[in-house]
């Protein structure tokens, strides 16, 4: 069942329901993060419109920053601009920022504690027709080694304007991730969002799994749950849009209720979500684990629909990860 | 004026020389460190701590001070020692250097050492981050100036030239970038590893106003930081020629002492050397 304490969209089985890319809300969210503190300035490499950083651009002419296909560069200007009291947010498609600029996050940013927002758009197989050079499925593990690193995965573009706004407000530095293609809007205003703290989304007596993702994946993991539920399997589905810091409490809690979890991310099932699940169970309470996810392999191009089922991420294959789980236990 | 400008001058160059003692010493108690670019660039910290700069050692987070930005992070002895002189430390807290719980880390941690602006020693990433502080103080209508120190052969790191080409085009004029130009790398003389010259025709072709000066002549450093003040328009970039080792004959351009710190033997004839200027005179 729906928990409907998170004030999911009403539409949200509905095959009309609205479809807006994740960038959209990071724009948005820009924007009012733009209005809300003078000190927030915004950096981009060559790809203003595509990341939505436009709309800021167009507000605050003299606070934004072009600088070209140069994202080590970005990185450098935005933790100098950091260390002067700017709230800096540099924008880039994942694979080059914070894939090229890795190094210079890890030592100017992180290492110094700089309080820099950094946005990946573009990220997962779903970036679809660029092909696998543009794909980011590697982004979530190599920032979610970084001390001092906060990291947001929302799933749906309001989550992103909530996630982006909160960023600007947090102090340290950040990563938000978002994805390219139109995706489900089925979270809304009232939706919680909590940095640091996962929400229940889906929750049915007596569960037998829980199933714990992150981006818009999310929507997917609810639409099987839903199946499921019609074929007895009961399950939760837990919104972990903070991959770091994690709510640890949440996960062991539902692991501890369901005794067998899946994974659900559009990201590399090594070192990303499925892998910090698994640290934290390891620790606090092994529990048989099956990962959704892109299974060591690179991406190709095509459409959004032929990738997620080609590369095991559709709604067919977390039904079949669930019940392969709960055979486990 | 002129009798104390020059005696101004004169006092610069013995805390130059004191600086060099008291980086062999460091460096020799320490056991590991860079030995020849932190002497070489001896008198250019001098001169910026010491005249350059419009800084308080004993307020370091005093927003209108100059910021200066240290890139090529393995400089940092010269930095401390020179700090610790300006009296943003004690001296006895060198001997800390490069120990455990220290503040004075091997290659610098911003917010470990009130005064130390940005953490450096990846190479090529403190010139972005300076663009970054004097985009903050344009914006914020600010007054002071940002100077940045690179190393020539961080040059070779393409960042730098992102970070060159961003500030031409953004005419950065309240940016100095003070390149050490002392023709070593660690694998060797600068122009057989990667070749970087013309460096002045290639920082021009990117919009900067470039100025040479020798880089242990206290006063040129000193008129052309001035010079670079009235450069409206621009960055500035000043080439310091210097010599590695510098003050110590048998470290001078020898890269071999790029990156290790004297023998106990060989630092007592560096102070021995540094006392007497190279045998010109009598030691005390």
Known sequence: MINEKVKLSPEIFKPEIKQEPTRFGFGEGLLIAGEADPNVV???????????????????????????????????????LALSGKIPFISSYATFSPGRNWEQIRTFIAYSNANVNIAGAHAGISTGPDGATHQATEDLAIMRVLPNMRIFVPCDAIETRKATVAGAKIWGPDYIRFTREKTPVFTTEETPFIPGKAEIFWESSKPQCAIIGCGPLIYNALLAAKDLAEEGINTIVVNNHTLKPMDEKIIIEVAKKCRAVVTVEEHQIKGGLGGAVAEILARNYPTPMEFIGMQDTFGESGNMKELIK???????????????????? | MAESYDKK??????????????????????????SAATLGSADIFTALYFHILNHDPKNPEWAERDRLILSCGHYCPVQYVAMAYAGYFPLEELKTLRRINSRLQGHPRYGDLPGIETTSGPLGVGLSQAIGMALAARMDKKKHRIYCLTSDGEHDEGNIWEAVMFAGKNRLSNLTNILDRNNIQIDGYTENVMPLEPLRAKYEAFNWHVLEVDGHNIEAIIDATNEAKAIYE???????????????????SEFKYHGVPPTKDEAALALKELRTLCGKIEED
């Open chain 1, 42 to 80: 915004a950096l981009c490499a060559d790809i203003t419109d595509s990341t939505r950083v436009s709309l800021f651009r167009d507000k605050f002419p003299d606070r934004f920053i072009e600088v070209g296909v140069a994202e080590q560069n970005m990185a450098g200007i935005a933790a100098g």
């Open chain 1, 310 to 329: 080609k590369y095991g991420m559709d709604i067919e294959d977390i039904k079949r990860s669930v019940r392969r789980v709960i055979k486990r236990k």
């Open chain 2, 9 to 34: 001058i004169e006092f610069l160059e013995e805390m130059a020389n004191k600086i060099r003692q008291k980086i062999i010493k460091t460096l020799l108690e320490t056991g590991s460190g860079h």
């Open chain 2, 234 to 252: 621009k960055p500035t970039l000043i080439i310091a020629h210097t010599i590695p080792g510098k003050g110590v004959d048998f470290m001078e």
